[in-house]
């Protein structure tokens, strides 16, 4: 039994994985992204359960997903744990952005990575608005509205996911066509990239430290400390399943304005409530800004206590970020869209 | 007590369930049930097809033709749809689907205690 182990470690090279990491990569702090990772993988594997069920033409869908939430087996519990894996995903992947920041982390050599980071944050929000859309209520049908608006505003560039292109299948087969296929390729690919890119370049220290100090690990301990935190993750969106269900809706009438979006999208909704254009120009200003980051922000210093103007900023940020999600949730829609 | 102090995951974990069991069982959390199934049953949504343009679009499967009104232009009451949310709705509608999943869920559990004691 033991040379069969060892001839089985031999050969898919188990060996590789021990190798070293700063000891700090077991902190929670800098676990976030390995965290956002499980949950990913956790909503990969509901999402493949739920697409066993579900119906994705307009007139089925929203039925299709009423029977996976009220007639089959454990039909809920799955789409429960979809859900709140969302939830989960979306604030690890926030607060890792926040600790590479606050750290310092995209700083030299790290800067490409903080841009494949960024973009993998963009595939995530397609994700979340494609999934959105696929429950078929009046929610789903006001989102894709949004994004037909938006699509039709960008003219010529907005072409191939606009109801232009083809009339043969709909927006919504279309959609879900993405959720399933193009985007998850492209978010693992980026993953893939991301991951090779930390692996040559090394866990960034702490920020008081130089590059290379500090203790070390192995890195299958981190892999340890990180499925103990994965199981964790995993535990709180299975309870978070068994108790609160997620929003649905019967199915939609078109052409009102009577539901609001998710939590992440209300900044949005807030901002277009002011002036509808912003539903273009506030993200577009908002990607571009994440991504010049680590080239405005040459300096060599890391620690967060030296770099009060980085904080300031940061701080200013996340309280309008707070500020427009509270106003999103407390105030009702005020636009018309033409 | 002890145990509560050494591991702070199992504290931060026991005060999780003490709140969720409490939000559970709260007054607030089973009036919100009730209340939204009753507004589900009462709900009926007519849908305002009355033009030819919103004829062919919702047979065609496309909504969204980028005209966005704040009011219905015809006299249907369109109530905000709540979803029934939660825990009873679960045991009710699917009793053997809840245990299995408490018991799934239970079995997670154990393990990550097992795992963060023997930390």
Known sequence: MRKILKDFRERVGIGALYYEVPAHSNSIFYSLGGITLVSIIILFASGIILSQFYNPTPEQANRSVHYIAETLLLGWFVRGIHFWAVQVVTVSVILHMIRVFVTASYKKPREFNWTVGVLLLLVYFGLIFTGTVLKWDQEAVEALEHHLWIVDKLGAIGIWLGEGLTKSVSMLGRLYALHISLLPLILVFLMLLHFFLIKIHGLSSLPRQREGEGAKILFVEHLKRLGLYGMGVLLLILLLSLTIEPPLGSEAVAGIEVTKPPWMFLWLYSLENIWMPFLIIAPAIISLFLFLIPFINRGEERNPFKRKISMVILIISILIFIGLIFNGAITSTAHIME | ?119
């Open chain 2, 1 to 119: 007590m002890r145990l509560f102090f050494r591991h702070k995951w199992i504290g931060i974990f026991i005060l999780f369930l003490a709140g969720l069991v409490l939000l559970i069982n709260s007054p607030l959390y089973a009036h919100s049930n009730k209340k939204h199934s009753d507004t589900r049953k009462e709900e009926v949504i007519k849908a305002p097809v009355t033009t030819e343009s919103d004829k062919t679009f919702r047979e065609e499967g496309h909504v969204g033709h980028g005209e966005v009104k704040t009011e219905p232009d015809i006299e249907t009451e369109v109530k905000h749809i709540e979803p029934d949310v939660g825990f009873y709705r679960s045991v009710s509608t699917d009793k053997k689907g809840f245990w299995y999943a408490a018991f799934f869920t239970g079995v997670v559990a154990t393990i990550f205690f097992i795992t963060i004691i023997r930390i």
